[in-house]
């Protein structure tokens, strides 16, 4: 389902990095995951992804090795922006916030990196 959902996602050049950014929408988790691992596989790639279940809405934001990004930091003050919270590795970070509040969350993030 994640595949499917993502199957048109375009990357956005934002200096040296590739970034892909989508909400999408009333996924699984694990898909989710899935897919930004098969994103971040690719070399300068930053993908920030959001998704939710019930009333629970997730982000998660991600990078290839070579960017240089602090997804945990990045996620934690755009998360902060929107009400929400989370964190985590230089690599990976996860994060939580409403479900409505996640395409805000993922401007926030595109704007933290622009």
Do not use: H, W
């Not at 930004?36 to 991600?62: E, H, N, P, Y």
């Not at 090795?65 to 970070?93: H, I």
């Amino acid at each position: 389902m994640a595949t499917f959902k993502s199957s048109e996602l375009e990357g956005e050049k934002i200096g040296d990095v590739m970034f892909y950014s989508q909400d999408m929408g009333e996924t699984d988790i694990g898909e989710v995951q899935n897919f930004v691992r098969q994103i971040t596989s690719k070399d300068g790639a930053l993908v920030a992804v959001g998704c939710f279940q019930k009333d629970r809405g997730m982000v998660i934001l991600a990078k290839s090795n070579s960017v240089n990004q602090n997804c945990g930091k990045l996620l934690k003050s755009a998360l902060s922006l929107v009400g929400g919270s989370g964190g985590g590795k230089e690599s990976y970070a996860q994060g939580a916030c409403s479900p409505d509040k996640i395409l805000e969350a993922l401007n926030e993030i595109k704007n933290l990196i622009s």
